[in-house]
């Protein structure tokens, strides 16, 4: 459990420093790779191919671990994520990573989930429930 979440660890580092610290050997050759908002990336090359090219156009300015939960040969990471993009947008979100582990220890099926920071209670007013207007965000 112990290496798993050093693993994890080291994968958000990778984001947090913008540099490529042992991709290869932390994902399986054949690892799945789902974003909570829909992309998918097959293959240890597909995942690289996305980290150097999304790190030109933004950076991870906070993925802060909360705690961890292990299961068999799978770990669950809840964590709080913000970045800035360089045409000016920003994201902050909370959320949570599925990730499995193969038998060398790599991971080798990863799925994010994420959580809008902008709750409410639609029924704070009474039976009919009031929304928000925010433009709704499917991470």
């Known amino acids: ?3 798993r979440e050093k ?3 080291l994968w958000f580092s990778m984001w947090l420093e913008k540099k490529d610290l042992g991709i290869r050997r932390l994902f399986s050759p054949n690892c799945v790779y789902v974003e909570s908002w829909g992309p998918e990336y097959h293959g240890v090359e597909g995942i690289r191919l996305w980290f150097e090219e999304w790190n030109t156009r933004g950076t991870v300015l906070k993925w802060d671990i909360r705690q961890f939960f292990h299961k ?3 770990t669950v990471v809840e964590w709080f994520f913000q970045n800035q993009m360089n045409d000016g947008r920003a994201e902050v979100f909370e959320g949570m990573t599925l ?3 193969d038998a060398n220890g790599q991971i080798c099926f990863l799925k994010e989930f ?3 920071l902008n709750r409410y209670d639609p029924y704070c ?3 009919k ?3 928000s207007n925010e433009q ?3 991470f």
Do not use: H, K, S, Y
Request: hydrophobic share 35%.
């Open 7 to 9: 693993a994890v660890r």
């Open 99 to 101: 990730a499995a582990f």
């Open 114 to 116: 994420g959580c809008n």
């Open 136 to 138: 709704t965000r499917w």
């Open 72 to 74: 068999g040969n799978q």
């Open 129 to 131: 429930p009031q929304f």
């Open 1 to 3: 459990m112990d290496e």
């Open 125 to 127: 007013g009474g039976p």
